[in-house]
C-alpha cells in the first residue's frame, strides 16, 4: 500500500509540473506571459497547430491530474485496522434466548463431611 501511495503521489507531482509548462507554453489572448516564457518558440517547434497541440495535452494532463488526486485521496482517507479492530464483535442475544446468571455458590458440589475423629480414652 505505502508503494502504490508513493507512485501516485510521484504521478500527482510530474502532472503539476506538466500542466504548469503547458498551460504558460499557450498563447495567451493578449500574448502576457505565453510570449514571455517562450510561446513564440513552442510554435515553431510544434508547426502552426500547435494551439491544438498544446490544448489537447493540457487537457489530456488535467484529466489524469484529477483522477489521480480522488484515487490519493481515497487511499488517503482509508484507516488501516489494527489487530484488534479486525476481531469481529460478540453477537448480542435477543432478550428470550438469555439466560439467568449462575451463582458460584450453586456450582460447587457439596463434598462429604469429613468424619471427626473420636477422642481416645487414656490409659
Not at 504548469?20 to 506571459?33: A, D, F, P, R, T
Not at 469481529?88 to 463431611?113: I, N, S, Y
Given at each position: 500500500?505505502?508503494?502504490?501511495?508513493?507512485?501516485?503521489?510521484?504521478?500527482?507531482?510530474?502532472?503539476?509540473?506538466?500542466?504548469?509548462?503547458?498551460?504558460?507554453?499557450?498563447?495567451?489572448?493578449?500574448?502576457?506571459?505565453?510570449?514571455?516564457?517562450?510561446?513564440?518558440?513552442?510554435?515553431?517547434?510544434?508547426?502552426?497547430?500547435?494551439?491544438?497541440?498544446?490544448?489537447?495535452?493540457?487537457?489530456?494532463?488535467?484529466?489524469?491530474?484529477?483522477?489521480?488526486?480522488?484515487?490519493?485521496g481515497v487511499?488517503?482517507?482509508?484507516?488501516?485496522?489494527?489487530?484488534?479492530?479486525?476481531?469481529?464483535?460478540?453477537?448480542?442475544?435477543?432478550?428470550?434466548?438469555?439466560?439467568?446468571?449462575?451463582?458460584?455458590?450453586?456450582?460447587?458440589?457439596?463434598?462429604?463431611?469429613?468424619?471427626?475423629?473420636?477422642?481416645?480414652?487414656?490409659?
Open positions: 500500500m505505502i508503494f502504490l501511495k508513493a507512485l501516485f503521489i510521484v504521478v500527482e507531482v510530474l502532472c503539476c509540473l506538466l500542466l504548469m509548462g503547458l498551460i504558460l507554453l499557450q498563447k495567451s489572448k493578449n500574448e502576457g506571459l505565453g510570449l514571455a516564457f517562450g510561446a513564440g518558440a513552442g510554435e515553431s517547434l510544434f508547426g502552426a497547430r500547435a494551439g491544438n497541440v498544446l490544448s489537447k495535452a493540457t487537457v489530456v494532463l488535467g484529466i489524469v491530474f484529477m483522477a489521480n488526486t480522488l484515487l490519493l487511499l488517503f482517507a482509508q484507516k488501516d485496522k489494527t489487530l484488534m479492530e479486525q476481531v469481529p464483535a460478540p453477537v448480542a442475544q435477543p432478550a428470550a434466548m438469555q439466560t439467568q446468571p449462575v451463582d458460584a455458590v450453586d456450582l460447587v458440589v457439596p463434598a462429604e463431611e469429613p468424619v471427626a475423629a473420636e477422642p481416645q480414652e487414656e490409659m
